[in-house]
């Protein structure tokens, strides 16, 4: 099955341990991308990777790290993370090739720092 | 720079009810639109799209149409289902990066009662 998956589904930290959340994407996607939502602010780019090894920052990159070391790999690395990190992270997916094709979005991982 | 407005919610509607939820952009090119639905506990899933000017786009029922004179891709649906109950996000694409960066509108919760 097609899929994005992210690991883990929820996680609650303490500010300033550094954690990881890994995605991974099963279907040859060259462009994978960070989101986080919050309530009245829909989602915001954090950061994209348009291909192994090449990253870029989105609207919001600040406190995050990114690796493409692999295609179907894509984490997020929060170094020392804030409350003010506490949201619901999606990772993306899509052929980028093929301009304006479909993001797969993953389930979400909810992240909460104390 | 290029930004999607929604209408804000929620939005609460009886079953067989008309849908309609707005949403307007900037930018500064030629978009492409989108509408993403996120039911409930999952990840954002492409409800419909189009490319250019007076293109539909249409799925499940839902339409939209790009209007560029509007600036306008509001989200209609004739008549609504119980299953229908979502959080609806419109989305732009600028098309000049070479990515397939989406910048998103705040989101419009939809409730469909029985």
């Known amino acids: 099955e097609a899929q994005v998956t992210q690991n883990p589904r929820y996680l609650i930290t303490v500010t300033g341990k550094k954690l990881t959340v890994t995605c991974s994407q099963n279907?040859?996607?060259?462009?994978m991308s960070w989101y986080r939502q919050d309530p009245g602010l829909g989602l915001r780019q954090i950061y994209y990777s348009m291909n192994v090894e090449v990253t870029d920052k989105g609207d919001v990159p600040e406190g995050y790290k990114v690796s493409r070391k692999e295609k179907r790999n894509f984490p997020l690395i929060l170094e020392s993370p804030s409350p003010n990190q506490t949201s619901l992270y999606f990772c993306?997916?899509?052929?980028?090739?093929?301009?304006?094709?479909?993001?797969?979005f993953g389930p979400g991982t909810r992240l909460t720092v104390l | 720079g290029d930004s999607v407005t929604q209408m804000e919610g929620p939005v609460t509607l009886s079953e067989e009810a008309f849908l309609t939820i707005n949403c307007t952009y900037t930018a500064t090119g030629y978009p492409s639109l989108f509408w993403y639905v996120q039911y409930p506990g999952e990840g954002l899933q492409l409800l419909l799209k189009?490319?250019?000017?007076?293109d539909k786009g249409s799925n499940k029922g839902f339409e939209a149409t790009y209007r560029k004179e509007t600036t306008s891709f509001h989200l209609e649906k004739g008549s609504v289902q119980v299953s229908d109950s979502a959080v609806y996000f419109c989305?732009?694409?600028?098309?000049?990066?070479?990515?397939?960066?989406?910048?998103f509108g705040t989101g419009t919760r939809l409730t469909v009662i029985p």
């Open positions: 993306a997916s899509s052929l980028a090739q093929v301009l304006n094709n479909e993001q797969f």
């Open positions: 989305a732009l694409n600028p098309d000049q990066t070479g990515a397939n960066n989406l910048f």
């Open positions: 279907m040859n996607h060259e462009y």
């Open positions: 189009a490319t250019k000017a007076d």
